[in-house]
């Protein structure tokens, strides 16, 4: 698959003839052929783009169980107008009732549709795999506004007919909304939910237990704690319904964790990771940088290759000489603020210091 940072339709490929078959279900999976093209170059445009790339580059690289998954992202800016349907004519619906979200009033979101395949979202027109949520005042209701049949579309097709071609955000998308609202200032700018397959193969495991689960992982790659201990690694939560209002809350208040630095990813045991970043590919980057330790411990182990993980010893080793040299380059820069001198360093004593002096 050809993985690029542009979808093809915002740039240079055409729709399909009007009277089609495939023209006919475009429409159906709302498509809306009086909207203005989306720049590629604009935020919206952007994102799209990033989409289009994590999916991708989730699919190629075995990553995905199945196409599974969903991704959302906050807009700094209100979409323009015209890339939208009318707000009268966007399908108006309610929020479970304990999710209230009235500090999102007004805001659009960027989310993949239920049902969507990510590793489509790269090669397909964007209305056919995304939507844009705008939601109202009152926190409880949203309105689609992109990648949907207009209101008088839905209402006049038989009933049939609406179950057949009915768009809906992703049923997870409550999730998204409650943690952009409560965390948006903290750099929860997008979120990214995968099922990577060999992340929950592990989790079936000896060492699928929350005690063990992290340090099972970050016993296979030593840049794990530097990354992630500062935010306490990862959080868990314990197998339940995806689609349930307390397992938005639950991820809320794992993400939050107490600690000066908010957590990177969660883990909902079973179901995949849940990442969040400034951007979308920030956010697959922890999905990914996860699957790719789980899948590396266990092909080796399956492969019967000596793959035992660092002990907890050398672990802690690293992250203590890790730590102390972080340490002293910050004293030097401070130094170096407040002298305005150049320090030189001695090459043959910095040769002979032990960085990594595992025991």
């Known amino acids: 698959m050809n993985l690029t940072l542009t979808n093809p339709y915002l740039t240079h490929h055409q729709p399909p003839p009007v009277h089609s078959y495939r023209y006919s279900q475009w429409c159906d999976r709302g498509y809306q052929p009086e909207l203005h093209p989306i720049s590629p170059d604009s935020e919206l445009g952007t994102y799209i783009g990033q989409m289009g790339w994590v999916g991708a580059h989730a699919h190629a690289h075995d990553y995905l169980w199945a196409s599974a998954g969903n991704m959302g992202v906050i807009l700094s800016e209100p979409v323009e107008a015209k890339y939208l349907i009318s707000y009268?004519?966007?399908?108006?619906?309610?929020?479970?009732?304990?999710?209230?979200?009235?500090?999102?009033?007004?805001?659009?979101?960027?989310?993949?549709?239920?049902g969507s395949r990510l590793d489509m979202i790269a090669i397909e027109h964007p209305a056919l795999?995304?939507?844009?949520?705008?939601v109202e005042p009152d926190g409880t209701h949203y309105r689609m506004r992109y990648g949907t049949q207009t209101q008088k579309e839905i209402e006049n097709r038989s009933g049939e007919e609406k179950e057949a071609i009915h768009s809906a955000p992703t049923s997870e998308m409550f999730h998204y909304l409650l943690v952009f609202e409560q965390l948006e200032t903290h750099g929860f700018k997008a979120l990214v939910h995968l099922q990577p397959k060999f992340l929950n193969l592990i989790s079936r495991t000896q060492h699928g237990h929350p005690d063990r689960f992290y340090n099972f992982l970050k016993g296979y790659e030593p840049e794990t704690p530097i990354i992630y201990d500062a935010s306490d690694g990862i959080g868990f939560v314990q197998e339940r319904v995806p689609g349930i209002p307390e397992l938005s809350y639950e991820s809320l208040r794992l993400f939050e964790n107490g600690f000066d630095e908010m957590r990177h990813i969660l883990y909902w045991v079973g179901h995949g990771t849940f990442s969040r970043g400034k951007d979308l590919l920030e956010a697959y980057k922890h999905a990914e940088y996860f699957e790719a330790v789980a899948r590396m411990a266990w092909e080796a182990n399956q492969g019967q290759v000596s793959a035992e993980a660092y002990s907890e010893e050398i672990v802690n080793c690293i992250l203590r000489e890790f730590n102390a040299s972080r340490n002293q380059m910050e004293a030097n820069a401070i130094q170096n603020d407040e002298t305005n001198v150049k320090i030189e360093?001695?090459?043959?004593?910095?040769?002979?210091?032990n960085l990594y002096n595992y025991p």
């Open 88 to 114: 009268d004519d966007a399908p108006r619906y309610a929020l479970p009732s304990a999710i209230v979200v009235k500090g999102l009033a007004g805001r659009h979101v960027l989310l993949t549709k239920s």
């Open 129 to 134: 795999n995304v939507t844009i949520v705008e």
């Open 345 to 353: 360093v001695d090459q043959d004593n910095q040769s002979q210091q």
